[in-house]
């Protein structure tokens, strides 16, 4: 059972960056294909962005391409995502997640079977 725990979160002005971070345990990282998602006030859950259990692939939301980054360091089971030249329609609450399954492409909720707590992202103008 794979563990995750989201960190990173917190207020901040149109134009700063912000960098999130995702602790995986419980299961072998290095097979894990990592993502993040969010979900903005009062919407449902997009899909942020995603890197393949290698860290070779990435794929991200046509919203934060070109701004947002992920990455992840097999040797600390941790997955980031870096967050550049914010804007207040980033605001939301931002979960990491996971699937074990070695499949990559996901954009939809339903493909992701372990999900982190959540971190507040809020970004004012």
């Known amino acids: 059972q794979v563990q995750l725990v989201d960190s990173g979160g917190g207020l901040v002005q149109a134009g700063v960056s912000l960098r999130l971070s995702c602790a995986a345990s419980g299961g072998t990282f290095s097979d894990l294909t990592m993502g993040w998602f969010r979900q903005p006030p009062g919407k449902g859950r997009e899909f942020v962005a995603a890197i393949s259990w290698s860290g070779r692939t990435t794929d991200y939301g046509d919203s934060v391409k070109g701004r947002f980054a992920i990455s992840r360091d097999n040797a600390k089971n941790t997955a980031f995502l870096q967050m550049n030249n914010l804007k207040p329609e980033d605001t939301a609450v931002y979960y990491c997640?996971?699937?074990?399954?070695?499949?990559?492409?996901?954009?939809?909720?339903?493909?992701?079977?372990?999900w982190g707590q959540g971190t507040q992202v809020t970004v004012s103008s």
């Open positions: 997640v996971a699937d074990d399954r070695r499949h990559f492409g996901g954009t939809k909720p339903e493909e992701y079977d372990y």
